[in-house]
């Protein structure tokens, strides 16, 4: 089934649109003149009437016949057509006419259905001619005696003003059709005009160079806001591909290191023969190699999951304070292994709800961050506290630092600052990133102060939990 295009559809829904109010008006137009015509053909034979009724009350013997040619002359400058005038008495005997009446008769309504001060309109036919409007007026000499006076109108003039009003609006009604198809097809040929450069400019945007943006005649239109909305998008798909570029170059580069010790320690060791001591010694840093490549797959694969949404999270309500003081315990024997010292301070119980285990894995890291960065005899304190309705975890160590620039980027993945900067450089860089995504995931925030030579402090902000 062939679809219309937004150009045929706006121009048919306008042209729809005009038509419809077009015929509407028309016959509004039609009716409001049929009704102010009729309207005045009554309001003139009233006015009239009521004339000739007045001066034959007053003057009974007055020559009526002279009157009523006279009231025949007079024509109207807009109804223009033949008068008709009657005087009859309340026997039906006529007592005056018109000339242009001949032999004709207006008839009398019946006695009973005429009030002696009411007026009554009707439309008569005469054989041969157009209707006739006529009015019929009681009226009571001073003398007492009842006459009606009966004047009519022929409705040949108003019925030639609506044939022509008619004729004038059967080919009105095509042209405004006609202009209205032309109009809109203008009108949305000339709306969709940015729509079309867009697209045009849409179509030459690839892959590869998506910083281009597309063309915004007005920004305050809907177009322009759809516009501005698309470049949004855009822009969001440049830093994800350019993010996506990045990790993946970072993700070969630390995976290659490790394996190139692999290859080239297999390589010497499987060169000559060698005592089961030299194989026990490769084998264990070959381990430890392996450990590490493990812990990078573990960690991409991670994130990996968190970008899809693919990462399920287990919430329960974690006493925070119980679960800092396990990962106390744990990192006590590491520090003390190091020569470093480590304190812990909790202020009560605080609680939050999150994944246990990996608000478990954010401490860990933290705190094995930490650790690397510290130089013996330096010392790590661990703190939590509650602020109003946040938990608040400390992360403080004296180590080295981190240099004032680096600080917008230590939570990107695979960024490491200078190899100076870990006493221990086994990390590969995604351990601080895992814990803003895990921290993220939590509704929570992560910051860190830092100073070089004198220590680095993170802080980690989690909604507490409402008790219920």
Not at 66 to 72: E, G, K
Not at 317 to 328: C, F, K
Request: charged share 20%; hydrophobic share 40%.
């Amino acid at each position: 089934m062939k679809r219309w295009t937004i150009r045929t559809q706006l121009t048919l829904w306008y042209t729809g649109s005009v038509v419809g109010i077009s015929v509407v008006g028309v016959l509004l137009l039609y009716w409001g003149f049929v009704y102010t015509s009729s309207r005045n053909v009554d309001i003139l034979l009233h006015e009239e009437a009521e004339a000739l009724g007045s001066y034959l009350s007053l003057s009974p013997t007055a020559d009526v016949q002279a009157y009523i040619a006279q009231l025949v002359e007079e024509k109207d400058h807009f109804i223009g057509q033949n008068k008709y005038v009657q005087v009859s008495n309340d026997r039906g005997e006529v007592i005056g006419r018109s000339a242009n009446l001949a032999e004709a008769i207006f008839p009398l309504p019946a006695p009973e259905g005429t009030p002696t001060r009411e007026e009554v309109f009707v439309t008569i036919l005469f054989a041969g001619a157009l209707p006739v409007r006529v009015v019929i007026l009681p009226v009571v000499s001073q003398s007492g005696h009842r006459f009606f006076v009966q004047e009519g109108i022929s409705l040949e003039g108003l019925h030639a003003s609506l044939r022509r009003l008619r004729t004038t609006l059967f080919f009105l009604l095509p042209s405004m059709l006609g202009l209205s198809v032309v109009s809109g097809w203008l009108m949305a040929r000339r709306v969709l005009q940015p729509i079309k450069a867009i697209t045009r400019e849409a179509h030459t945007i690839e892959a590869q160079d998506l910083s281009r943006r597309l063309p915004i005649a007005n920004p305050q239109d809907e177009i322009g806001q759809l516009a501005g909305v698309l470049n949004s998008l855009l822009s969001r798909l440049e830093r994800a591909f350019a993010q996506m570029r990045q990790f993946t170059a970072d993700a070969a580069h630390e995976l290659r290191t490790p394996l190139a010790v692999l290859r080239c320690g297999i390589e010497v060791v499987a060169g000559k023969a060698r005592s089961p001591a030299e194989y026990q010694e490769a084998l264990e840093t070959y381990i430890e190699e392996v450990s590490h490549l493990s812990r990078i797959v573990d960690n991409l694969f991670t994130l990996a999951r968190a970008d899809t949404g693919q990462q399920e999270f287990e919430w329960e309500t974690v006493n925070l304070s119980g679960l800092l003081q396990e990962v106390y315990e744990q990192a006590d024997l590491v520090a003390e292994a190091r020569g470093l010292s480590i304190s812990l301070h909790t202020d009560g119980e605080v609680s939050v709800q999150g994944d246990r285990l990996r608000l478990k894995q954010l401490l860990l890291n933290l705190l094995d961050n930490a650790v690397k960065c510290t130089p013996t005899g330096g010392r790590v304190h661990l703190a939590v506290n509650r602020e109003e309705s946040w938990a608040r975890v400390t992360v403080e160590d004296t180590g080295i630092g981190i240099p004032a620039e680096a600080l917008p980027y230590i939570f990107d993945r695979f960024y490491r600052v200078d190899k100076a900067r870990s006493l221990d450089n086994t990390g590969g860089g995604l351990g601080l990133s895992i814990c803003q995504w895990i921290v993220q995931a939590h509704g929570g925030r992560i910051t860190v102060q830092s100073r070089v030579g004198y220590g680095s402090t993170f802080i980690v902000s989690l909604p507490v939990s409402q008790p219920s």
